[in-house]
Each structure stands twice: as structure tokens, then as C-alpha cells.
């Protein structure tokens, strides 16, 4: 059946929006909440990614699916909660991500775990709690998850990552359905995998998982990767290799940019797997991060000071490339809303961060009321690889996270101290020889 590309995804509750100086989101009022918690701040709704998930979950009515949400995107405990009581797995990629997964209390039976480097640690810590799958990516990997199984004496579950050499027409910094990306196998290799899967006498792979890449935008890549992955698992089953699950990786973007992003809407995507893996009768698992969270969270900035330049003023924020890296790494373009009176006039700016680095950048010649020291600013749609890629660059404690849920809020991480900062770090005292 052909599908219809038209739904679009529904906005979060309380999208903030520019009308003045009361800005509400989940019901808190930003301004006051800037003024208790101080700045800069990431602040997440906790119904705006209910609603997400809900949304999926809609989506996926009738199927036998599991959404395994993909902890890199943010890893914060009480977002982590959120998952485990809406009944989310997890997808990890370290046991760092594994321990947060089960101490927000996601059951290790919805866990699974991707990357291209996991180490025989990771793996015997994995095999150790019996989490659901491996998404194996090399035939190293394979044959040491087999050594590590059979010393354990389990069965570990696996699934071979194909690499279907898809372009996902995004950022080439997130792309990893190509073959030159380091992801997964090709369907030749893992064709060998198979017709030896004999030998794997502690793995059990009867598994197929696929990511090709972030922040996509058209279902057309999803549609052709899944198409590949689809016409590999008939020829498995033929060949008598019964798949039981198929991973379908994460990807799904969202909308970074009012008016010009058009991310797919939860419905048609998932038509799109309906389609491409019809008659599959195993479970499928699906790994969305960035869907879940980004639009969930924004980030309160205030302006230290407006400082005059040769082509246009640069605008200097409180917030840096270590609170929100992705415009300095990928040129990404997040909406920044002055929380100021609508009607000031429009000035154009160089936002920009305290760091010292010219790439500490959220904003070329943006277009934005004009603003003066002491006003606070959001930065949209920051929930996802906003503090999960955060560091301490230029000795910048971490921000504060906040929890908002219907007119209520909850920090769920303070301000990093500078104590905490250089914890673990000593004075050159007591010198040692190999
Ligand atoms: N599954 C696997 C195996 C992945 O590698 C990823 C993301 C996901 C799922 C979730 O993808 P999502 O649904 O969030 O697109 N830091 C970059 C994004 C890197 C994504 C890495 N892998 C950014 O800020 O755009």
C-alpha cells in the first residue's frame, strides 16, 4: 500500500512562544524559573515527551514492537525514568549508558546494545545482566561475544548491523548507512555470518538491526534501507535462517527550524516499516533518540553584553559551545526567542558564546528584537545532544537540568560546583616507574 506523507507531527504542549515577557513551557514560567535556577539552564517537558512517545506508541498500535530509546540523546536519570515508566527499553552504547539504563529502572530485558567498539568488558558486563540483544557490528565482535557468552556459560542474543549503503541526505557528520561510514557490515559479509552461525555455539543470531543516520528528514532513505534489509531477511528465512527480530534504528528528525524543517510525522514513518516489512511476523525494536527528547528541551541563555563589530553586533551569552555543541559542530541551526517584548525593533546578530574558540557560535546574522544585557533568550529544541555532549571546556562547570511537568519543576541536575569540576585531579606527587 502506498503511503501518504501528509500527517504532520503534532507540536509539544506549550511550545514557548515570543508574545513578551511570560514565557510559558509545561506550564512554568521561564522567566522566573531563569530568575531561581539561574542561567544558563536546560529545561525539559516531561509531556512533551510523553506526548511523543505516546504519539510512537500510537503509531505502532498492533504491532509487536518494542521502543528501545537511544540514551545517547540524553542520558539524564529522571529522563531515563520517564522512559522506564512509559515502559521504554533502551538502546546503549557503553556500560556507562547500561548503568544509567538499569538505575532509572529500564529492565534489562528491553536493553540493547549498538557501536562499533564495544569492549570485552562492556560485553561480559552486558552478558552479565542479560539484556535483550547485541547489535554485532564486525566479525570480531562476533566471535568475542561468542568466547565471552561461552565462558559465561549464556546464550547471548544478536543481531548482525547491516550497513545497506544508503544515503540518508543529512549532515555527513551523522550519516552511517553509507559503506564508508564505520557502521555494521555489508549484506555479504553478513550472509557469511549466517551460513556459519553453526559454530556460534553461545550466540544465538537470529536478529537484523539498521541505523543509517540522524536527523532525517524524508522517509524516502528510511523506505530503501528497510527495503534492503527486507529482501535480506526473506532470503535468510528461504535459506532456513529464521529472523526473530528486526531493529530499524533510530533517525527520525525534528524541527530545528520553524517553517523550513518538515520532519515525518510517527504515522507515516511507521507506514513505512509496516510496508517495507510486510508479513514479518517477529518483533520489531526501534531506536529513536533525538525524536523523543530534542523538542522537549531548551536551553535559558542570558545576554552578558552586546558588544558592537566591524559587520554586525555580536550578541554574548551566558550559554556556550560546551552547554550546546551541535551549531559549532555541525552548523546546525537551533531557534533562538529573546524572551523580550515582541514589538522592540529587529537587529541583526552574531550570537555567540564566552568561549574562546570563533566556532563558539549558536547564530550567524540572525535576525532577532533587540537585546540588551540581562535578557534572557531560548534556544530551542536543545533536549537532544544538548548536556549529553556537554563539557567543562574553558573550566565552564556544567549546566543545571531542570524536570517541568504541568506548572511544576524539579532539578534534575545541579549546577555543577567547581569542586565537582576538578574532583579525581591531583598534584603531580607521587611519581611512579613502568
Ligand atoms: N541507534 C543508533 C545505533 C545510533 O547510533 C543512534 C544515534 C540512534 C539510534 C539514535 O538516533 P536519533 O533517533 O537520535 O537520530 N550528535 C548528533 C547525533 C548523533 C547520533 C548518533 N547515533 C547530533 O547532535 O545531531
Known sequence: ????????????????????????????????LAQRIGTPLHAYSANAIRQRIGELKAAL???????????????????????????????IVSVGELRRALNAGIPAGRIVF????????????????????????????????????????????????????????????????????????SI?????WFAGRKQLTHVQLDGLHVHIGSQILSVEPFRLALQRV????????????????????????????????????????????????????????????????AEAGVLLTRVIRVKPGIERSFLILDAAMNDLLRPSLYDAWHDIVPVVDAARPRVTYDVVGPVCETGDTFARARALPECSAGDLLLIKATGAYGTSMASTYNSRPLAAEVLLDQGRYAVVRRRQHFEDMIAGEQPARHWETT
Open 61 to 91: 498500535d498492533g504491532l509487536d514492537a518494542i521502543i528501545c530509546y537511544a540514551v545517547k540523546a540524553n542520558a539524564n536519570l529522571a529522563i531515563l525514568q520517564l522512559m522506564a515508566q512509559a515502559g521504554v527499553g533502551a538502546d
Open 1 to 32: 500500500m502506498p503511503t501518504q506523507t501528509t500527517s504532520r507531527p503534532v507540536a509539544p504542549p506549550s511550545v514557548p512562544e515570543a508574545n513578551g515577557a511570560s514565557h510559558r513551557f509545561d506550564g512554568v514560567d521561564l522567566q522566573a
Open 230 to 293: 527486507a529482501a535480506f531477511w526473506r532470503e535468510l528465512e528461504q535459506a532456513g535462517h529464521p529472523i526473530a527480530s528486526i531493529d530499524v534504528g533510530g533517525g527520525l528528525g525534528v524541527c530545528y527550524r520553524e517553517g523550513t524543517d518538515q520532519p515525518v510525522a510517527a504515522a507515516d514513518y511507521v507506514a513505512v516499516i509496516r510496508e517495507a516489512l510486510a508479513g514479518f511476523r517477529g518483533r520489531l525494536l526501534l531506536e529513536p533518540g533525538r525524536y523523543l527528547v
Open 188 to 192: 555479504d559479509e553478513a550472509r557469511r
Open 114 to 185: 549498538s557501536g562499533v567498539g564495544k569492549s570485552a568488558d562492556e560485553i561480559a558486563g552486558a552478558l552479565n545482566v542479560g539484556i535483550l540483544r547485541f547489535n554485532v557490528e564486525s566479525l570480531d565482535e562476533l566471535h568475542t561475544l561468542q568466547r565471552l557468552a561461552k565462558t559465561q556459560e549464556v546464550t547471548a542474543r544478536a543481531a548482525v548491523r547491516i550497513n545497506p549503503d544508503v544515503d540518508a541526505q543529512t549532515h555527513a557528520k551523522i550519516s552511517t548507512g553509507k559503506s564508508e561510514n564505520k557502521f555494521g557490515v
